[in-house]
């Protein structure tokens, strides 16, 4: 099935990027790099040095496809200058007045684990102040359980010229989504089984001034805070099987180039 699901994806995002615009309409494509001083999933410290994170999106008629990937910087995970993770993206998304929806199925490969796993996301998001949204994501494969996503985010003008991005994200996992992450017989080795029942799980404030370089060009440099919460604080605070470098709180900035073409 992970064979199968990362061939189709990675045809259909060929398909995409090759197909000509005028046989689906217009096309917008994006792609960037960016540096960040730690790697931060979901709250959970995946690399606690500097990474880079090439990505790549394109985008026709309301129907997306993705490519993005994690690139340690030293051998704190053993994967010095190599992919440890890639993600593959494919998704559809349609804008009514004030509500935005959408769909898509994410597939994540680790090169050097046997984790890899597939993701079904549903997001609805309002055009109103702070911009709310919610989101949701399926684990279809390797982790039993689903995770929500709130996400607030709001610009604040710095001078004629410039907005600071502020945003907030708060996370809930389902059962199985904590013991599959954190513990449990399913989860981590050595690590007890989490208490039932679905709870906070993490969340992350995060600060970014981008810059409009040129017209195809802008830079953002930014700041982020996130910290984990509840039980699964406790774990990785406790140290259990040195979960995610035993960091449940991190500070880290980011610089993220992207072109628009």
């Known amino acids: 099935m992970k064979k199968w699901t990362l061939l189709a994806l990675t045809g259909l995002l060929l398909a995409a990027a090759t197909t000509p615009a005028l046989a689906l309409g217009p096309l917008d494509a994006e792609a960037g790099i960016d540096l960040y001083g730690k790697y931060v999933w979901r709250g959970m410290v995946a690399t ?137 017989a399913e989860g981590l080795p050595g690590v007890p089984e989490m208490p039932g029942g679905a709870s906070m799980t993490d969340l992350k404030l995060t600060a970014g001034l981008p810059f409009q370089v040129a017209h195809f060009f802008t830079f953002t440099p930014s700041v982020s805070y996130t910290t984990l919460m509840g039980d699964v604080k406790d774990v990785v605070d406790a140290g259990d099987g040195a979960v995610y470098h035993g960091e449940s709180d991190a500070f880290f900035w980011g610089l993220r180039g992207a072109f628009k073409f």
């Open 48 to 184: 606690p040095d500097p990474v880079l994170q090439p990505w790549v999106g394109v985008n026709t008629m309301g129907f997306s496809a993705g490519f993005w990937g994690n690139m340690d910087l030293n051998d704190v995970n053993g994967s010095e200058w190599e992919f440890n993770e890639v993600d593959w993206t494919l998704g559809w998304a349609m804008s009514l007045p004030k509500v935005e929806l959408g769909a898509g199925l994410i597939y994540y490969d680790f090169p050097n684990l046997d984790a890899n796993t597939t993701e079904l996301y549903l997001h609805a998001g309002l055009s109103v102040l702070l911009s709310p949204s919610l989101t949701f994501y399926q684990d279809l494969d390797a982790i039993k359980g689903g995770y929500w996503e709130a996400a607030v985010s709001h610009g604040v003008g710095v001078g004629e010229t410039m907005t600071l991005e502020l945003g907030a994200t708060l996370g809930l996992g389902s059962e199985g989504y904590i013991n599959g992450y954190f513990g449990g």
